[in-house]
């Protein structure tokens, strides 16, 4: 790694391991990266030459979804878990270019996102950076920064983007979604996308998902490309919105959005449900 790297990297921030948030980074083109998450990139893109597709997927989706909650679902208050760094697009942008005064609670546990998102978001009455992990939901509703900007007595609109499938079977990722969507107001609206292994539906699709996830875990110790099921269930009690739980891509296309089926076309996946 290139010294420079050591002398720039903000206080807090380990250059000699990768972190998900910055390899993420480096696939949507960011600068917020150093050497070691791009070697963990490299050999991702090894097995999926289009994960920089998925990622921008990804952000479509979550462009897409924000606008309907605020447009559509007449949602004022946001709270995105494991909100990665701030890029083109963030949440509170999206949502207070259709309702100015929408306010969004950022929470993610890696410190480069606390450092640039401190620096780059927003941070004023409408919007805020918790640092905390998402494995402890009551400490992240209980902080006073989330209380500051988020009245529970009214929808929510909870925001689990890219963060679920980084929880392992054993953290028991189902009952973390269930304790945030527990405590929400009938009206909340509940998003998630996930890494997605199809099974029997897409053999080589499958397999690709099954050599993702080796690598993930070999450099990153995390990544779950859960089945269908599994995913679905995290909407469970939940109205899920057309059109279900489909490809990111599938999710509400406009008409300047045109998606190339790649490789992992159908392993990221997500879906958008109302609270009753
Ligand atoms: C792939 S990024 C997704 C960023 C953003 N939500 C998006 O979809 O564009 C996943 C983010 O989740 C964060 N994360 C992973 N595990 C976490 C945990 N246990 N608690 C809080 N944040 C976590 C990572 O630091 C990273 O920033």
């Known amino acids: 790694m290139p010294d420079s790297e050591h002398e720039h990297a903000p206080r807090g921030v380990d250059t000699t391991r990768p972190s998900v948030s910055r390899v993420y980074d480096y696939m949507l083109g960011g600068k917020d990266n150093y050497e070691i998450d791009r070697q963990v990139a490299a050999a991702a893109l090894q097995v999926a030459p289009d994960a920089p597709q998925a990622a921008r997927a990804n952000r479509e989706f979550l462009r897409r979804t924000v606008r309907f909650l605020a447009a559509e679902a007449g949602i004022r208050q946001f709270l995105d878990i ?95 979604a269930e304790a945030f969507i527990r405590p929400l107001a009938p009206g909340s609206h509940v998003v998630i996308s996930h890494f997605h292994n199809p099974g029997e539906a897409h053999p080589e699709v499958s397999k690709q998902a099954d050599e993702a996830e080796r690598i993930f875990n070999e450099h990153l110790g995390t990544g779950r490309w859960r089945t269908r099921e599994e995913i679905l269930a995290y909407f469970d009690g939940l109205d899920l919105v057309d059109p279900g739980l489909v490809p990111l891509p599938e999710w509400r296309p406009g008409p300047d959005d045109h998606a190339t089926p790649g490789i992992t076309y159908h392993t990221f996946v997500g879906g958008v449900a109302r609270k009753p």
């Open 82 to 176: 494991g909100s990665g760094l701030p890029t083109q697009g963030n949440v509170h942008e999206i949502a207070q270019s259709v309702a100015p005064l929408s306010r969004v609670v950022y929470v993610d546990h890696d410190p480069i996102v606390l450092v640039h998102g401190r620096a780059l978001l927003a941070v004023d009455e409408t919007t805020t950076i918790v640092d905390a992990d998402a494995r402890e939901p009551e400490k992240i509703f209980d902080d006073p920064r989330t209380r500051g900007l988020i009245d529970f007595g009214e929808p929510v609109g909870l925001l689990m983007f890219g963060i679920l499938h980084h929880l392992a079977d054993e953290e028991d990722p189902a009952g973390v």
